[in-house]
Nanobody
Framework: VQLQASGGGLVQAGGSLRLSCAAS????????MGWYRQAPGKQRELVAS???????NYADSVKGRFTISRDNAKNTVYLQMNSMKPEDTAVYYC?????????WGQGTQVTVSS
């Protein structure tokens, strides 16, 4: 399984970015996709996840600002990030979980300037 992430970049506080992550390979229909992030000097944290049925989960810090969605036909997950804050600055990693195993995409840098 391979995951290709895109959409990171530099944005001013209050702005928006949209991340995408496309998965390819042998993918089971029952899976969880989502995003973690890791800021310098901090542990990696779960940002949001979505299961194939559409149920979602968000970190408290992004609730109401970020929206995760997926296109099952394309095995692609999206993260719409609005009202961004400097503390959202991090490397964002997409993942695809099947059973107990996580597949990871390459990180994409998101930088929010104040």
């Amino acid at each position: 399984v391979q995951l290709q992430a895109s959409g990171g970049g530099l944005v001013q506080a209050g702005g928006s970015l949209r991340l995408s992550c496309a998965a390819s390979g042998n993918i089971f229909s029952a899976n969880v996709m989502g995003w973690y992030r890791q800021a310098p000097g901090k542990q990696r944290e779960l940002v949001a996840s979505i299961i194939n049925s559409g149920s979602t989960n968000y970190a408290d810090s992004v609730k109401g600002r970020f929206t995760i969605s997926r296109d099952n036909a394309k095995n692609t997950v999206y993260l719409q990030m609005n009202s961004m804050k400097p503390e959202d600055t991090a490397v964002y990693y997409c993942f695809l979980r099947m059973g107990l195993y996580n597949n990871w995409g390459q990180g994409t840098q998101v930088t929010v300037s104040s």
